[in-house]
């Protein structure tokens, strides 16, 4: 059972890249599958997190083995929902707040005809990676009510003024599950200047360079 990442943003953004890391860390790369990445750059650049995969999670051959996670889906997933080789799809797209409902417009309306399951996980909205891990959590046995989830995580950026993220957060280990790097640059840049490719780069650099010298 792995968790398939369909990626829809139309660039590899820092904020994107962090969550996608950050459930890279937790779980394994070889839990992870990042679908639908058509730049050999960005294939490269994720390939230390996961398999990755140039095609559409809508052209896989065994749809039976897919189960869709979309917040507009009927049914709440559980753990007898989830079979040992089943695919659990997540929505590679940054959270809206409310939500547009892009899960349902690019992956599941396009193959509801086609035999998927799909399930939401509950009315909260989480960010990628909550809901990657969310998801994986129920797959292992774990039901959605018991677990620890935060909604509006507050972000001190000074004494005047407090960033709140109006998402959910399952708690790991007492913290919300949050990449740290993301952390840093939203007090320190603001969530503004998150979508540039500049501070990937930089970040990427910096990474690169604490692995050499490591």
Do not use: Q
């Not at 992870?32 to 994720?46: A, C, D, M, Q």
């Not at 349902?104 to 998927?116: C, M, N």
């Not at 509006?152 to 004494?159: A, D, K, M, Q, V």
């Not at 540039?196 to 930089?202: G, M, P, Q, R, Y």
């Amino acid at each position: 059972m792995k968790i398939v990442i369909e990626h829809l943003e139309d660039g590899l953004w820092t904020w994107v890249y962090l969550e996608y890391e950050n459930i890279s860390r937790f779980l394994g790369r070889d839990k992870i599958i990042f679908s639908n990445i058509k730049s050999e750059k960005w294939r490269k650049v994720l390939s230390p997190l996961g398999k990755v995969w140039s095609n559409s999670i809508l052209d896989y051959p065994n749809m039976d083995k897919l189960i869709i996670l979309d917040p507009v889906a009927e049914e709440t997933l559980e753990p007898r929902h989830v079979r040992d080789d089943d695919l659990l799809v997540i929505g590679g797209i940054l959270g809206d707040y409310p939500p547009r409902k892009r899960t349902f417009k690019f992956i599941t309306s396009r193959l509801l005809d086609k035999g998927v399951r799909t399930y939401n996980l509950g009315d909260k909205i989480f960010p990628i990676d909550s809901a990657a891990l969310v998801a994986y959590m129920i797959a292992c046995g774990k039901r959605l009510d018991e677990m620890e989830i935060i909604e509006g995580l507050e972000i001190p950026l000074s004494r005047e003024s407090t960033l709140v993220l109006p998402f959910a957060y399952p708690v790991i280990d007492g913290k919300p599950f949050i990449h740290p790097r993301l952390l840093e640059l939203l007090k320190e840049e603001g969530p503004l200047n998150m979508g540039s490719s500049i501070w990937l780069e930089e970040y990427l650099n910096s990474k690169l360079d604490n692995d050499l010298n490591v």
